[in-house]
């Protein structure tokens, strides 16, 4: 005689751990492998949180994941960019150290162009005209030197930039005699002037582009 009350695909038993084990294990093992894969393709400045909710009897509830992508907070860059804040303002220095030192002679304008991408725009000097126009620029500028009114800057993806001073001595004459000193400050009140010298890298850590530019003006 058949019990109507009996369900066949319910126990009159209550199960034992090894049974609830065995039900569990394989939802955890998927769960698990889902979990995985979800952290392969996470970029490493985020970071995941999971929740998994457990009902009253132990048992996982259905497709209770929840993945939350935390972005960092201690920068103001993209989290896609591959260049961190530091790395950006320790590379703007190292930009304005290698100018100095060629304008001092200490150095060729060799190291500046090898933090130059093969692309790059300078100061709207491109392709074969980068050498020899900054070239130029240098030899026109003696003694040409820049210092920071401040420290530089993040204000995008791969993107920085810093109000500067820049001196040198004139040259006049074809004789290349001296002439007076000279002073430029990106911020002056009395002109009025606001402005910035903006650099903006590739992933590589290489120069794409250096311009002096509004403050506040957009970025390309």
Not at 1 to 22: A, C, E, G, L, V
Not at 66 to 77: A, F, I
Not at 179 to 204: A, H, Q, T, Y
């Amino acid at each position: 005689i058949i019990n109507p009350s009996f369900h066949p695909i319910q126990s009159t038993f209550p199960r034992s751990r090894k049974t609830m084990h065995s039900i569990i294990s394989p939802r955890l093992l998927f769960l698990s492998t889902m979990l995985r894969f979800a952290l392969a393709f996470q970029p490493t400045s985020r970071i995941i949180r999971t929740s998994l909710s457990l009902s009253s009897r132990n048992e996982i509830g259905p497709s209770q994941i929840m993945v939350e992508r935390l972005y960092s907070s201690s920068n103001n860059n993209d989290d896609e960019s591959s260049l961190s804040s530091e790395k950006l303002i320790d590379l703007a220095k190292q930009f304005i150290n290698k100018k100095n030192a060629a304008g001092s002679g200490e150095s060729t304008l060799d190291g500046v162009f090898d933090m130059c991408s093969s692309s790059v725009d300078l100061y709207g000097l491109k392709g074969d005209d980068v050498r020899p126009g900054f070239t130029s620029f240098f030899q026109s500028h003696e003694g040409l030197h820049h210092e920071l009114l401040d420290e530089p800057s993040v204000v995008g993806l791969d993107v920085v930039q810093y109000p500067f001073i820049k001196r040198w001595r004139s040259t006049v004459g074809e004789d290349g005699s001296t002439g007076e000193d000279k002073v430029w400050k990106s911020i002056d009140m009395e002109k009025p002037r606001n402005k910035v010298e903006r650099l903006s890298f590739g992933r590589d850590g290489k120069l794409e582009k250096v311009s002096v530019v509004g403050a506040e003006d957009p970025m390309d």
